[in-house]
């Protein structure tokens, strides 16, 4: 693959640039809470030797990776359903810091493909403002499984819990079962499990005052969804 690759010549930089707006190369992970994408690079022919053809490659390939998940995040969905739409570019520059590297994969001809992913949570904290936790003691750092299986509903960037007195906004996770997520070192098996009844636009509303009771120090929130994604 690699060597075929290698013979794209400068088409694949069109490719790679490309590719976000299709979401050819990208996936956004709502159980790991990630944005993923992949860049790739050829290895310069010119270079003295295989190896510094590798480290440019590498630096070219992170590059038009950044490039290709920052695009994507246009097209992730909100917790409301609608597309999150152009941000400021400061707002872009300021996410391009959070992105990490995830694997890379180096050819034996200087060639590199890397894949990178940003947090979600980082996107939802540069869209809205962080909510805290309630402020009193807690029985321990679990976190809060929601149940929604029953509601009609898809993953989305900033979802929001409300019981009628507070409403909370925080880092969030999906998963198809509460086996899933209980299995999830960020979750665990402690986590304490509340129902949702219904949805209201981005809200998920619970008992009256579930959250008063159980959000203290419990800023993870893992939501158990139904459906396509």
């Known amino acids: 693959m690699l060597r075929y690759l290698r013979s ?34 050829v290895g310069d022919l010119r270079s003295p030797s295989r190896q510094l053809a590798r480290v440019k490659a590498e630096r070219q390939a992170k590059r038009r990776c950044k490039a290709i998940l920052l695009e994507s995040l246009s097209s992730i969905r909100r917790a409301s359903g609608k597309k999150i739409g152009s941000q400021k570019q400061e707002a872009l520059d300021g996410l391009a810091a959070l992105i990490f590297p995830l694997t890379t994969d180096y050819g034996t001809d200087g060639s590199v493909v890397v894949q990178m992913a940003l947090p979600l949570d980082a996107l939802r904290a540069q869209l809205f403002a962080p909510d805290q936790p309630i402020a009193k003691e ?55 499990l509340l129902s949702a009844k219904r949805k209201r636009g981005e809200v998920l509303v ?15 929130v893992a939501i158990l969804w139904k459906g396509k994604s």
């Open 8 to 41: 794209l010549g400068p088409l694949l930089v069109v490719l790679c640039l490309g590719l976000a707006s299709a979401n050819a190369e990208t996936e956004v992970n709502w159980q790991r809470g990630l944005v993923i994408a992949k860049g790739a690079a």
């Open 138 to 192: 807690s029985p321990g750092p679990a976190a809060l499984i929601i149940d929604a299986r029953s509601l009609s509903m898809s993953p989305g960037v900033g979802t929001v819990l409300g019981d009628g007195k507070t409403k909370y906004r925080g880092p969030t996770l999906f998963f198809r079962s509460e086996e899933e997520a209980r299995a999830d070192p960020r979750v665990g098996k402690e986590a304490i």
């Open 206 to 220: 619970l008992e009256p005052n579930a959250l008063a009771e159980e959000l203290a120090a419990r800023p993870l």
